[in-house]
C-alpha cells in the first residue's frame, strides 16, 4: 500500500479529497529506484480542469513510455488544501508517488491562460522552490514552463529556468538525455541550463539581457553568452499521424471539466482570424490520418469507460476526412450509447449534416461564433464569413428542429463603432425572425438565443498585436449598448445576453503583452493573496491595481498605448514560423477591411510551411 502524504483526518476536512490522492485508473506507477529521470508535470489550477487537458495526457503518456522516466501529475490545490498545506508545513507532492515535488528532477508546467500567473508562484511556494530561478541550487527541479502562454514568456521570466517553445513531442526526449549526462557530469547548474540552451525550441531567460528606451518601451534583447541563440525557433510535429498520442488515458476520479475521450483530429487552422492567437501559433494545419484515429477512438473508449467522445480542433469542419470519421463513429459508438460531440463547426449544410446525424436534436445547442455583429468588422478580423451565410445556417438549423443557439461575440475590436456593437443584437434578431419564419407546426419548442460577449485582447503573434485595448469603462458602455439594443428588438424575450468581466479582460491584457518588469507585479500580486484568478469568487482587481502601483508599473503601457510598426515586442526573438512581414501585412489589411482568403483558397506566404517554403496545402488538394 502506497503511503499517502497526508493522513485520513487532513483529507476528510478538505472539501473534494479523491484531488489529491491518485491511484484513477490508467495512472502510470514505477519504482523510483529503477528511473533515472522523475518529471513532476503540472497543471496550474484545480485538478477539475488539469484532468481536462490533453497536451498534458499527451506528455505524460510520451514520457512514461521510456523506461527511465517516471512523470507524475501535479495541480494546484484548492484554497481548503493550500491552508491545510501551509498550517501543517506539508510540500506540494505529486499524485502517483505522493512525494514532495522539490524531490523531482524536473518541474514542467503548462501555461495555458494569464491568470494562473499566481497559481504558478503558488505551486512553486507550496513546493518549498525559490521563487526566483537565480536561487535555486542543483538541489531543487528544473523548472520548465510551455503552452500558449510560454510564447510571450518574459512576465514569467523570473521565475522559470526554461522555457519550452513549440509542441512537446520533438525535443523533449533530447532534454532529458542532456540532463542525464549533466547529472552524472557533477558540473553546476548553470553549465546544464547553457546546454540546454543549444537545443532547438530551449529558452533560457536568464542567458538574455534586456535593455530598455526612455519611453519604456525595448531598445534590445540579447544573450549574453556563446550557447544562446538570439533566435528560439518554435518546434512542430510534421507527422502527427505517427507520433505518441495516449491510447489509455488517465480517468479521473472526479468529473471533469471534460469528462470523455478527446480524439485531436488536426493541429492549427486555414482561417487566419486576426485576433486569434492558436491560428497564428499552431501554423501550418496538419492532419492526422483517419484510419489512426479510428483505432485510437476504439482503444480509447475501450481503456476508459467513457460514454462520450469529442473531437478537437480549431477548425473541425475543415478536416478533409471528417465524414468519414463520423460515419466510423456513428457505427461504432450509437450502439453502446456513447454520445459524439463536434466543437468547432461552421455553420453550413455539412455541418449541420453532420451535427444532426450524431444529435438527438430535442436535447441539443447549437454553437457558432460570428465573433462580430457586423460584415464591414467580420471583414476587419478576417472571418470570412457572411451575414447570409450566417442566417441560412440559422435557418438550416431550425427546420433541422433545433431551437437553442449559442453565439460568441467579441466586443472591443480595432475599429469597431456603435453600429457594430448595435449589430450583434440586430443579427441575434434576425436569427430569432429564421425560427419563427418556420411553419409552428415544425418548430421545436421556443426559440432561445444566447448572446455571449468576450472583450476584445491583442495576443502576441497576431497582426492586432500593435492594436489599443479598450478600458475597463470603455469595454462596459459597449456591453451597455449591446444589452441597450437588444431590449428594443421584438423578439427580445428569446435572446439571453452575457458578457464577460472587463477587469479580468484588462489584467489579461496587461500580461499577454508585458515584459520582465511586470514580473515583479505578479509575485506582489501573490504576496499580497491573489490565487486563482480566473475564479470570478476570488478574484481581486483591487489588490492586483495595488501590486502594479507599488511595482512602478503604469497599466496603461501595456494595454491603451498605441505601438509602432518597428517597435520591439518582448516575445520577438521567438520565432513561430509566421513571420513579421505577415502579420504587418495583416494588419494593415485588417484596417482596409480587406478579408485575406483562407489557406486552401491561396497561400499568403506567412512563412509556416513545414515544407520549406511553397503551398502548406498543395499535397492535400
Known sequence: MRKLALSDEILMSVEKPARYIGGEVNAVMKEKEKVDIRFAMCFPDVYEIGMSHLGIQIL????????????????????????????????LFALESQEPVKKFDFLGITIQYEMCYTNILQIL???????????????HPVVIGGGPCAYNPEPLAD??????????ETQYFRL???????????????????????????????LYDVVYKEDGTIASMTPNCP?????????????????????????PFLKATQDRVVLEIQRGCIRGCRFCQAGMLYRPTRERDVSMLKSCAEEMLKNTGYEEISLSSLSSSDYSKLGELVEFLIETCGARGINISLPSLRIDAFSLDVMGKVQDVKKSSLTFAPEAGS???????????????ILQGASQAFEGGWNRVKLYFMLGLPTENEEDMKNIAWLAEKIAECFYDVPKEQRNKRCQIVLSTSFFVPKPFTPFQWAQMCTKEEFLHRAYVVNHEIKEQKNK????????????TVLEGILARGDRRTGKAVRRAYEKGCLFDSWSEFFKNDLWMEAFRECGIDTDFYTTRARALDEIFPWDFIDIGVNRAFLERE?????????TPNCRQSCSGCGASVLGGGICHEHQD
Open 176 to 206: 532529458m538525455d542532456l540532463y542525464k549526462e549533466w547529472k552524472r557530469s557533477g558540473l553546476p547548474r548553470k553549465d546544464f541550463l547553457k546546454q540546454a540552451a543549444q537545443i532547438p525550441g530551449i529558452y533560457v531567460p536568464s
Open 587 to 595: 494588419w494593415k489589411r485588417a484596417q482596409e477591411g480587406t478579408v
Open 159 to 168: 521565475f522559470f529556468d526554461l522555457f519550452y517553445i513549440g509542441e512537446g
Open 60 to 91: 505524460y503518456d510520451m514520457f512514461n513510455q521510456r523506461e527511465d522516466i517516471w512523470c507524475e501529475r501535479v495541480y494546484s490545490p484548492w484554497t481548503d488544501m493550500d491552508q491545510v498545506l501551509r498550517e501543517k508545513n506539508i510540500p
Open 125 to 139: 511556494d507550496l513546493s518549498q522552490i525559490p521563487l526566483r530561478a537565480e536561487e535555486r541550487t542543483k538541489e
Open 375 to 389: 460584415q464591414r468588422l467580420r471583414n476587419v478580423i478576417n472571418k470570412g464569413l457572411t451575414e447570409e451565410v
Open 493 to 504: 424575450k428569446s435572446i439571453k445576453y452575457n458578457w464577460h468581466e472587463a477587469d479580468v
Open 227 to 251: 550557447e544562446a541563440p538570439e533566435k528560439v525557433k518554435k518546434q512542430i510535429v510534421e507527422d502527427v499521424t505517427d507520433t505518441f498520442y495516449p491510447r489509455k488515458p488517465v480517468v
